[in-house]
């Protein structure tokens, strides 16, 4: 349906559409940072999600992306970014860089996002969009995020502030936690091939103190700390 309308009342489609995902998906449930809302406001989503699937850009559910993988939920990209607690002077490492709409509203937020994502098709459609949108400081990477950013090439502090795994993990690979700094965050869903826990851990004096947020299901993150093929 969208396709064959003209720029304004596509335009105008979409912005009710993401009047209502803010109003009903994120401010009627929990999400009530307004760092996190603004930009949740200013991201199109339809520009992460194939031309298919455009018209359901704003709806609260996952969509396909290619791969077998998947868009997160809005609500879910939301309560991530708001239980990750960013500043602007964050250095943000994001496991599963997928269509880049996570991404990007982190990019919005942070000094500077470094993603891994395994597929290279999804990281050079996601890099393309935001260079389209005019986010610029995000670094992509094509491998195993279960290993962590390279050694070489971590940020001027050694460590990551924050560090976000937007696929299912076993466990928090400990590569991770190595690269996380003292005091820093990392939310991931933890658990089953299936279902997971969305967990906040916090690591104080190479220890991770857990919060369990809820239940999710996310697509499960392969990789040598992840789960196997
Ligand atoms: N947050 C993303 C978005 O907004 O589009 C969705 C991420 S999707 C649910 C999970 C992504 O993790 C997929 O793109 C998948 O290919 C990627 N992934 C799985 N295992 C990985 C690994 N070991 N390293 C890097 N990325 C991985």
Known sequence: MIEVMDGRQSKDK???AKERML??????RDITDSRVLAVMAEVPREEFVPQSHRSQAYSDGPLPIGMDQTISQPYIVALMTQELRVDPECDV???????????????K????????????ELADSAKAVLSKLGISNVEFYVGDGSSGWSASRLPPAGCFDRIIITAGVPKIP??????????????APVGGRSVQGLVVYEKK????????????????LIG???FEQ
């Open 205 to 220: 004096a190479d220890e991770l103190i857990s919060r369990a947020i809820c239940d999710v299901r996310f697509v499960r």
């Open 224 to 226: 040598k700390y992840g």
């Open 23 to 28: 109003r009903w998906d994120l401010k009627g």
């Open 93 to 107: 490492l994001e496991i599963g860089t997928g269509s880049g709409y996570q991404t990007a509203v982190l990019g």
């Open 109 to 120: 937020l942070v000094k500077k996002v470094y993603t891994i994502e395994r597929f290279s």
């Open 14 to 16: 979409f912005s009710s």
């Open 174 to 187: 400990e590569p991770l936690t190595e690269q996380l700094a003292d005091g820093g965050l990392i939310v």
